[in-house]
């Protein structure tokens, strides 16, 4: 299985400073039809995971623009610009370029 | 839009079955693969089983391999998933996942609220 290690486990941030995540994978990502399946999901309190970044620097419908991915082969990064009150919440990578699909072990994301 | 709805959750014993439903609305559920996914209190997020659009497809996470089934009913729009031998490790919230792809699982573009499932005597 291919595994993603995400780093830091923690991250406090103080508001309006930048974050950044980074996620590492076991396996080359890029997948034989050329796309790279690298993806960023998070998760605030007591909701369901959203996806915020598709194969890795294509930002969702409705994101803000203060997040942004980047990365190529296994090496990864989701950067948050300058960091607000609702980005606080776990944060996960995930890969489906091979099966079965699996996720970093998450980044929880808090405020100073 | 886009709406997922789990259901089917619950308190079941070890060794029993529970089958969990997922009702989707908003997009044609038939040309799009679907997932479970699970995540076990306080931990993270775990794939657990994939179904391509026409249903004839599909992946499963050795952790439940023999004893979950994924299947979907096209005609109702509806994703299903049938737990069956169930062990406390399988205590967890289960998601529903729509997949952006029709042909390949490669990931998840909406999630439902979740059906928690709790196996204990």
């Known amino acids: 299985d291919v595994v993603m290690t995400q780093s830091p486990l923690s991250l406090p941030v103080t508001l309006g400073q930048p974050a950044s995540i980074s996620c590492r994978s076991s396996q080359s990502l890029v997948y034989s039809d050329g796309n790279t399946y690298l993806h960023w999901f998070q998760q605030r309190p007591g909701q369901s995971p959203r996806r915020l970044i598709y194969?890795?620097?294509n930002r969702d419908s409705g994101v803000p623009d203060r997040f942004s991915g980047s990365g190529s082969d296994t090496d990864f990064t989701l950067k948050i610009s300058r960091v607000e009150a609702e980005d606080v919440g776990i944060y996960y990578c995930?890969?489906?370029?091979?099966?079965?699909?699996?996720f970093g072990g998450g980044t929880k994301v808090e405020i100073k | 839009q886009v709406h997922l709805v789990e259901s089917g959750g619950g308190v079941v014993q070890p060794g029993g079955s529970l089958r969990l439903s997922c009702a989707a609305s908003?997009?044609?559920?038939?040309?799009?693969?679907m997932h479970w996914v699970r995540q076990a209190p306080g931990k993270g997020l775990e794939w657990v089983a994939y179904?391509?659009?026409?249903?004839?497809?599909?992946r499963c996470a050795d952790s439940v391999k023999g004893r979950f089934t994924i299947f979907r009913d096209n005609s109702k729009n509806t994703l299903f998933l049938q737990m069956n031998s169930l062990r406390a490790e399988d205590t967890a919230v289960y998601y529903c996942a729509k997949d952006p792809d029709t042909l390949m699982g490669t990931g998840f573009d909406y999630w439902g609220q979740g059906t928690l499932v709790t196996v204990s005597s």
């Open positions: 995930m890969q489906g370029t091979h099966w079965p699909l699996t």
């Open positions: 194969k890795v620097s």
């Open positions: 179904a391509r659009y026409d249903g004839n497809y599909k």
């Open positions: 908003g997009f044609t559920f038939s040309t799009y693969g």
